[in-house]
C-alpha cells in the first residue's frame, strides 16, 4: 500500500506535468495567432492577370473601405446583390467588413475597363 507521501510525490508529479503541456499549449496557441494575423496581411494583395479574369469575386465578399454597393456590383457584375443578401436593409449603408453573397459573373460576362 502506499504511503501518503508517495501520493504526494505522484500528485505534485502530476501537476508539474500539467502546468508545463499547458504552457507549451499556450505558446502554441499564441504562435498560432500570431502566424494567422500576418499570413492575413502578407495575401491581401491584390490578384492580377489572367486569374482576375477568371474569377472577379469570391461567393463571399467583404466590403472594403470606400466601396458601395455599385462599385461592388460594377466590379463582380452582380447587379442583384441587395435581393441576395436580405441582411442589407438600406442599400446605401455599406461599410467596411460587412459580409455579403456574391454570385461571380462569368468572364464573358466582365466588360473591359
Known amino acids: 500500500m502506499a504511503t501518503s507521501s508517495s501520493k504526494y510525490k505522484y500528485l505534485k508529479a502530476s501537476l508539474v506535468i500539467a502546468d508545463i503541456a499547458f504552457m507549451y499549449f499556450a505558446i502554441g496557441l499564441v504562435g498560432l495567432i500570431l502566424i494567422c494575423s500576418l499570413s492575413d496581411r502578407v495575401f491581401s494583395e491584390p490578384v492580377k492577370g489572367r486569374q482576375f479574369l477568371d474569377r472577379p469575386c469570391d461567393e463571399i465578399y467583404l466590403v472594403r473601405e470606400g ?14 446583390i ?22 461571380p459573373a462569368i468572364s464573358g ?3 473591359s475597363y
Request: net charge negative; proline share 10%.
Open 67 to 80: 466601396e458601395t454597393l455599385h462599385t461592388i456590383s460594377d466590379k463582380c457584375g452582380d447587379p442583384y
Open 109 to 111: 460576362e466582365l466588360t
Open 82 to 103: 441587395v435581393e441576395r443578401n436580405p441582411h442589407i436593409h438600406d442599400p446605401d449603408d455599406v461599410f467596411p467588413g460587412l459580409v455579403i453573397k456574391i454570385i
